[in-house]
């Protein structure tokens, strides 16, 4: 399995961003792919997941400003990030839960894609 994240950059606060991630190799029908996110001096965060099924989850922090999405035909999971905050600065990852639908801390996660940074600027 290989992910590929893309579309970090730098933004003002209020702006917006589109990560994407490229996911090749899953084998099994279900599965979870998901974005996390992790800032200097703290733990990685779940931001957003979405299940096989199509099934969304949100962090509270980015609920209503943030929407993860996926291409089937482009094997690809999106994250569309609006109304950016400074708080929103991280690294990104993009990751996948093989065999399962079920949001799990970060070490359950099988595997992971390349961060890509993001950096609100005030």
């Known amino acids: 399995v290989q992910l590929q994240a893309s579309g970090g950059g730098l933004v003002q606060t209020g702006g917006s961003l589109r990560l994407a991630c490229s996911v090749s190799g899953i084998s099994k029908d279900y599965y979870l792919l998901g974005w996390y996110r992790q800032a200097p001096g703290k733990e990685r965060e779940l931001v957003a997941a979405?299940?096989?099924?199509?099934?969304?989850f949100y962090a509270d922090s980015v609920k209503g400003r943030f929407t993860i999405s996926r291409d089937n035909a482009k094997n690809t999971v999106y994250l569309q990030m609006n109304s950016l905050k400074s708080e929103d600065t991280a690294v990104y990852y993009c990751n996948t839960r093989v065999g399962s639908t079920v949001v799990a801390p970060p070490s359950q996660y099988d595997y992971w894609g390349q961060g890509t940074q993001v950096t609100v600027s005030s």
């Open positions: 979405i299940t096989s099924g199509g099934n969304t």
